[in-house]
């Protein structure tokens, strides 16, 4: 059966009272559970309905049309009815049916239209079959012989919107007398409508309503605009019926004086006052013969009080639970505390890329943005014209569920790619769009409520930590914001009021962030309160001390450590080049950080952007030291190779060569020397090649004679790829050995990859393997890109010279895709060398063929290449340890 697309009917099953059954006799119901299953399957593959899941005893499905949801959901309960099930007490279903656009995916859908049928099965009793207003408008002209529906009027379900007029499926054969409908209007409780469907958070739901019978004070905590109230709400709603005495809804708001609080919940629970005894006693007293559940939303301004007044009633009421909401834990015992995280939104993919267009629904973020653009814009729909643009939005909202319902308010007026391309000034675009609660008219007065409750410290420091990009660690946010106060208990601080998130790596380091949007908003804070250039000036000396300790320890044992660390704060890194190249006066700090920087860029496939911030650099007028000014030509002459831009190469290798003779400045010469015969080594004429030999072997004496083994091993490595341009395999592996045995960390992976190249090209099979699976070992080690795409070019060779020339194919169309993407040039020995191997797969498979899975390679991520790069011809895994 085919997916029903479009308008969809859906029918929801259910047995009544399933649960209470197989507790009471688990064989009997399993049997029956048995007979049930392939009753219900039966009726709905007769009527040509898909089965698009069981939830349990549970059964979900969808139809072209209502007649045939209608005539599966008459012949289940007959079916039903007519059998012989040999027990006492049957199983009876209940039954509904609604229909409704809805997003399928996988086989599964999901939406309004799901979550509508899902609460209306459950106002049902068992044999009872009951249908929405729109699947009785879409049937009442065709309904199956001797079917009628009866008006059963009008119900809120469990989602809190607007009232559902039901109806109830008559026939002869099923009964018609059935209780009163299990819709909240006709329990005990003060919910209010929601205008706006609910949409996600179904793990949250379910995880705050499995805590809350075994925790009496539960806390939902979490940044302004996060959606703690609706969360809160829907559970309370999904709670009806649960707590005898009702579930009740407290809005601490409007309150200023924390004395109101037990007036304002005895006001809602309808408890009078009693002459000459305090209203929290008489509320206590009320509360101590009530089962009931509150949830006191917006505690944060009155935190101490509402802490002390739940503590007091939760001491004395043993069937009260309170479900709170704040941007700051309570703080008493036994308070479960629950953080409430923005929407789920597209992680952003390498380079700028997006996910594929088919899967932007899955995301909460992005239906939360259609399902409330499709208000204002009746029939919005995210579509291949929008769907980046929405994307871009959501993720530079944070997933905020407040600010996306704003932005997406802005669709009456603007396009998505038009309010994208104005999200940078989110405060002023998303002013209003929506009429609610002052509070939360606007993306700015929803933080300054947050804001406003802070004492002057924990305004310097929040305001301060703006300038961090991408995250920061306690000891960045001590050097750089510390002003005499003590930061950690501050940070502390902030952190229990949701101003800023925890976050742990996985070596076990603490960082901390804050939201984009709230970053901008404590930016904005920060310029007003002056303090703007002096907190630049130290965010920037602290990302310069990051990269010298970066720079430094590729000379040592310590490089992994100081990369992942520069890797980590890359972000800060950008900001703080953006400030310091922005005047002359702080120009000086850039200079020194873009001449550390460039073998960073290179091995992480950035070159285009490490040539930017250093030409950058170089045009800001001002006394450019000249040993500087040869590091930075340098810089450029290594990331225009790389970047496949050979002539640049050669001329700013050249201009640095030519400075640094004129200095006599030996590590200037040696770092010039270097730069140059690693060009040359890329010419496309033999002499220039030997050229480059030439003044390798000149650097070569020159690193022996002040003994720089750092640039000895470059030198090393740079004369064998010379010698394996001109044909000298041997020599060109021994320079190579050499040089691996001087090297320490991610710079090891070129010489093993090269030495695993030349043994390939010699015929050795296990060196090559040996060498390859060691720069694997070391690529992972220290997350190199370069080295992982390398790694898949590298195992198609060998593939190849193995006779597994499918399996090659692949690896090579995704080598040389993954290779463009992230802009990187071959060296000519290495371009030989693969070209020497893809021809003969090439020739074994034919053109056709070896295109085919040429293709195929090409669409597979790095991570998916790698995996079959390591498995064997029988599809068996075979990756190095490590």
Not at 153 to 161: C, I, P, S, T, V
Not at 438 to 457: F, G, N, P
Not at 515 to 524: G, I
Not at 729 to 738: C, T
């Amino acid at each position: 059966m085919s997916h029903p697309t479009g308008v969809v009917a859906f029918m929801f099953t259910d047995i009544e009272g399933s649960t209470t059954a197989w507790e009471r006799d688990r064989a009997t119901m399993q049997a029956a559970l048995v007979d049930h299953d392939r009753i219900v399957r039966a009726a709905i593959e007769r009527d040509h309905g898909y089965i698009f899941k069981t939830v349990g005893d549970a059964f979900c499905a969808a139809f072209a049309g209502c007649r045939e949801t209608v005539s599966a959901a008459l012949a289940i309960q007959r079916d039903l009815s007519a059998h012989d099930w040999g027990i006492s007490l049957p199983p009876t279903v209940r039954i509904a049916i609604h229909a409704g656009e809805a997003d399928e995916r996988d086989g599964d859908y999901f939406g309004t239209s799901v979550n509508r049928v899902s609460r209306l099965v459950a106002l049902g009793h068992g044999g009872q079959i009951l249908l929405s207003q729109t699947a009785r408008d879409l049937t009442r002209d065709d309904l199956p012989r001797d079917v009628t529906l009866d008006d059963l009027g009008e119900h809120r379900l469990k989602d809190l919107r607007e009232p559902e007029r039901v109806y109830q499926l008559v026939h002869p054969d099923l009964p018609s007398r059935f209780p009163a409908l299990r819709s909240i209007d006709h329990l005990p409780h003060n919910l209010p409508i929601q205008l706006t469907s609910f949409v996600g958070r179904e793990r949250e739901i379910a995880e705050i309503r499995a805590i809350i019978p075994a925790n009496r004070l539960v806390t939902l905590t979490g940044s302004g605009g996060s959606g703690k109230t609706r969360i809160a709400l829907q559970v309370a709603a999904e709670l009806i019926g649960t707590f005898p005495d009702g579930t009740w809804f407290v809005d601490l708001s409007p309150l200023t004086d924390p004395a109101l609080i037990p007036q304002t919940v005895a006001q809602v629970l309808g408890v009078r006052p009693i002459p000459g005894r305090e209203m929290s006693e008489v509320l206590t007293s009320y509360l101590a013969q009530r089962s009931l559940i509150v949830l006191l939303d917006n505690c944060e301004h009155l935190v101490e009080a509402a802490a002390e007044w739940s503590e007091g009633v939760l001491k004395q009421a043993r069937n009260v639970r309170i479900l709170a909401t704040s941007r700051e834990a309570l703080g008493t015992t036994g308070e479960v505390i629950l953080r409430v995280s923005s929407l789920a939104v597209p992680e952003a993919g390498h380079e700028g890329s997006t996910i594929p267009l088919h899967d932007v629904d899955r995301y909460e973020a992005v239906r939360l943005f259609a399902e409330r653009a499709a208000l204002v814009v009746p029939g919005f729909r995210i579509d291949d014209a929008n769907a980046a643009a929405v994307v871009q939005i959501c993720r530079r909202l944070d997933g905020i569920p407040l600010a996306i319902e704003l932005a997406a308010a802005r669709v009456r007026l603007l396009t998505p790619q038009e309010i994208a391309a104005r999200i940078g000034d989110r405060f002023r675009l998303l002013a209003g769009g929506r009429r609610a609660l002052s509070r939360h008219q606007t993306l700015r007065t929803a933080i300054d409520w947050s804001y406003d409750l802070l004492d002057d410290e924990e305004r310097k420091l929040f305001r301060r930590l703006s300038v961090f990009t991408g995250g920061w660690t306690l000891e960045a946010a001590e050097t750089v914001c510390e002003d005499g106060g003590d930061v950690f208990d501050l940070l502390t601080r902030l952190v229990d009021k949701s101003l800023v998130a925890v976050e742990r790596t996985e070596t076990s380091e603490t960082r901390y962030r804050m939201l984009e949007t709230t970053r901008q908003y404590a930016q904005d804070k920060l310029i007003e309160a002056g303090e703007t250039a002096e907190l630049m000036a130290r965010h920037g000396q602290w990302c310069l001390d990051l990269v010298r300790r970066y720079a430094d320890s590729r000379r040592g044992s310590e490089e992994e450590i100081h990369t992942r660390r520069l890797s980590r704060d890359y972000e800060n890194v950008r900001a703080a080049l953006e400030w310091s190249l922005a005047s002359e006066e702080t120009a000086a700090m850039s200079w020194e950080a873009v001449s550390r920087l460039p073998f960073y860029w290179y091995r992480r496939g950035l070159h285009a952007e490490g040539i930017e911030w250093i030409e950058r650099a170089l045009s800001i007028s001002g006394t450019l030291p000249l040993t500087t000014h040869i590091e930075l030509h340098c810089g450029l002459a290594t990331l225009h190779l790389f970047h496949g831009d050979f002539a640049l190469a050669r001329d700013h290798g050249d201009e640095a060569l030519a400075l640094a003779r004129e200095t006599g400045d030996e590590q200037s010469l040696l770092a010039a020397l270097t730069t140059v015969a690693r060009n040359g080594t890329w010419s496309s004429e033999e002499q220039g090649v030997r050229e480059a030999i030439a003044i390798g072997e000149e650097g070569l004496a020159l690193a022996r004679k002040t003994g720089d083994e750092f640039h000895r091993s470059i030198l090393l490595t740079n004369l064998g790829e010379g010698f394996r341009t001109l044909g000298d395999l041997e020599r060109a592996f021994e320079v190579n050995r050499e040089s691996l045995e001087t090297r320490q960390g991610s710079a090891r992976v070129s010489n093993l990859y090269n030495l695993g190249h030349i043994a390939l090209e010699l015929g050795d099979e296990q060196q090559a393997d040996e060498r390859y699976a060691e720069a694997y070992r070391v690529a992972r080690e220290f997350r190199d890109p370069m080295g992982l795409v390398n790694q898949i070019g590298a195992i198609a060779q060998l593939s190849a010279f193995r006779g597994h020339h499918d399996k090659a194919a692949r690896l090579f169309g995704a080598f040389e895709t993954h290779l463009d993407r992230m802009g990187i040039a071959e060296t000519p020995p290495d371009r030989r060398t693969r070209e020497r191997f893809l021809v003969i797969s090439r020739d074994a498979l034919g053109v056709v063929e070896f295109g085919r899975a040429w293709e195929e390679g090409g669409a597979m991520t790095v991570e998916e290449a790698l995996a079959l790069a390591y498995q064997d011809p029988l599809g068996r895994e075979s990756a190095p340890e490590g």
